[in-house]
């Protein structure tokens, strides 16, 4: 069964502090997908990123940089110098293809960001 | 390109009561899932619509049950309420069910059950 973990709950950090977010996941296929979520108090769950189970490329979006490595089963981000626009709630979550071909998706608990002033 | 949208944002419902949640796809998206997001957790998968079928479902009751629509709007039922229904409903939209395709999120609909 698939499974994601987010171990850090709340994480705080002083404005312009980097920051970065664990994600460890689990999975028996060779082809999944990650993915990072960002949700603020609205509710609606933003797309961050998205990145394959073939592509361990590391990314970099501006302030955001997220890390895949597959021998350890974890895709981290890292957000560089934080601001308080970034206190938000932060989900990773793994897609696999269901029996019947639907896009199952395990989320993780997601980590409360607070950037204090 | 209009994106995700529910309705409706907030619903008050009593223990037994039966609910309805709707919601519209983005533009271009024929597929549709459903996640319920208790307070403090992540979200849960409840099932997935494609061409009006369901094709993939959670660990959810059949009184959880839902539709789509041939414009690939969708909506989610659940019968006799439980307090444990107490969530955020999540709709989500993706271009084809068969490829593992980024899901765009609406807002929700904050259900509470008294």
């Known amino acids: 069964a698939q499974k994601v973990t987010q171990a850090q709950t709340e994480i705080s950090v002083v404005e312009k502090e980097d920051v970065t977010l664990d994600c460890v996941y689990e999975?028996?296929?060779?082809?999944?997908?990650l993915f990072w979520y960002k949700q603020p108090p609205s509710g609606e769950l933003v797309f961050l990123i998205r990145r394959n189970s073939f592509d361990e490329q590391n990314e970099i979006s501006g302030r955001y940089s997220w890390n895949f490595q597959k021998s350890t089963s974890s895709f981290n981000f890292t957000i560089t110098a934080s601001q308080v626009v970034d206190s938000v709630v932060y989900f990773c979550?793994?897609?696999?293809?269901?029996?019947?071909?639907?896009?199952?998706?395990?989320f993780g608990t997601g980590t409360k960001l607070q950037v204090i002033p | 390109e209009t994106g995700v949208t529910q309705s409706p944002t907030h619903l008050i419902k009593t223990r037994g009561q039966q609910v309805t949640l709707r919601c519209s796809s983005q533009s271009g998206h024929n597929t549709v899932s459903w996640y319920q997001q208790a307070l403090g957790q992540g979200p849960q998968f409840i099932f997935q619509?494609?061409?009006?079928?369901?094709?993939g479902r959670g660990n959810f009751p059949p009184r959880f049950s839902g539709l789509q629509f041939p414009n690939y709007s969708s909506e989610l039922n659940v019968n006799a309420l439980e307090l444990d229904d107490s969530a955020l409903y999540l709709c989500a939209s993706s271009v084809d069910r068969g490829r593992p395709d980024t899901q765009y999120f609406g807002p929700g609909t904050r259900l509470t059950v008294l």
């Open positions: 619509y494609y061409r009006e079928e369901e094709n």
């Open positions: 979550a793994l897609s696999e293809k269901g029996s019947g071909g639907y896009q199952k998706v395990t």
């Open positions: 999975t028996r296929d060779t082809t999944y997908y």
